[in-house]
């Protein structure tokens, strides 16, 4: 079962408020908001983030999410909340609470 892309959003939303801690950023979160550069996140960060969604929607490719990231150039890496949720909604099979 999947769920609809903005109840995606709203969990990724969610989960990222319970994790910002020391982040810095004064930036209203939007689907074009990058999350390397606009929330300062590290690659550690994002595959918190990433783990946590694991856990609430189940196994998903991240592997590929993380190779695609891995061929940028460092300068130009960068995933949007937008292509987050999109890489989420594609891949969620099973609701996990």
Request: negative net charge.
């Amino acid at each position: 079962m999947s769920e609809p892309h903005g109840e995606i959003l709203r969990t990724i939303l969610t989960t990222i408020e319970d994790m910002k801690g020391d982040w810095e950023f004064d930036t209203d979160l939007s689907g074009d908001t990058r999350l390397l550069r606009d929330l300062n996140m590290k690659s550690l960060d994002l595959v918190v983030l990433c783990t946590r969604l694991v856990r609430k929607y189940g196994v998903m490719p991240l592997d590929e999410l993380y190779a695609r990231l891995g061929t940028m150039p460092p300068e130009t890496r960068e995933l949007t909340l937008g292509e987050l949720v999109d890489f989420v909604e594609e891949h969620v099979t099973v609701r996990v609470s």
